[in-house]
């Protein structure tokens, strides 16, 4: 493979994982204006950049250095996963709903899950199967999307099969469905 390509395989990937990051872009702008009812440029800066400011860093960077672009997108989506998590967790139902509904319909809009490009759920599944316990209900919930997902590729079956032993578990002693 040539340099060439090289560079036109990663900012395919690139174009990918920014579609991602621009679908929450406009959904955590859309939130702030629902309950705002005007976004502003402090609200803006508390958001990710637009994709278009990414791409234009990558094409205008030479050589290897275009992968640090790529790695600092993979980044958001750490940042991103943690804003929602932080959301799902706050004991605001309204919050909750919206970082739910949002994840729900990720997938669907982008081809993608969310959390595992964050590569939250090998984090939290890491987490559980070395404790052998779910510990709250935030994990359980990212858990239970994962058992779900029948395209994941986040676990080995065998791992599947513990995660859901334990979710089982948690559901029985938190009394969650």
């Not at 958001?47 to 790529?70: C, H, N, R, W």
């Not at 959390?115 to 209900?137: F, H, P």
Request: charged share 30%.
């Amino acid at each position: 493979m040539t340099k060439g390509s090289d560079r036109d395989t990663a900012r395919r990937e690139l174009v990918r994982l920014l579609e991602g990051l621009e679908c929450y872009r406009s959904w955590k702008i859309s939130c702030i204006d629902r309950d705002k009812g005007v976004v502003t440029e402090d609200d803006l800066n508390q958001v990710v950049m637009p994709s278009s400011f990414f791409l234009q860093v990558f094409d205008e960077t030479k050589g290897s250095s275009s992968a640090a672009v790529i790695k600092e997108v993979q980044q958001w989506y750490s940042h991103t996963a943690s804003d929602l998590r932080y959301m799902m967790n706050s004991g605001d139902e309204a919050w909750t709903a919206d970082a739910r509904q949002f994840l729900k319909d990720f997938p669907g809009e982008v081809g993608f899950d969310f959390y595992a490009e964050a590569g939250l759920l090998r984090k939290v599944a890491d987490k559980a199967l070395k404790s052998r316990k779910i510990t709250n209900q935030g994990d359980y919930y990212s858990l239970r999307e994962l058992e779900n997902d029948v395209s994941q590729s986040v676990l080995s079956s065998e791992e599947l099969a513990e995660i859901s032993e334990l979710l089982r578990e948690f559901e029985n002693n938190a009394n969650v469905r």
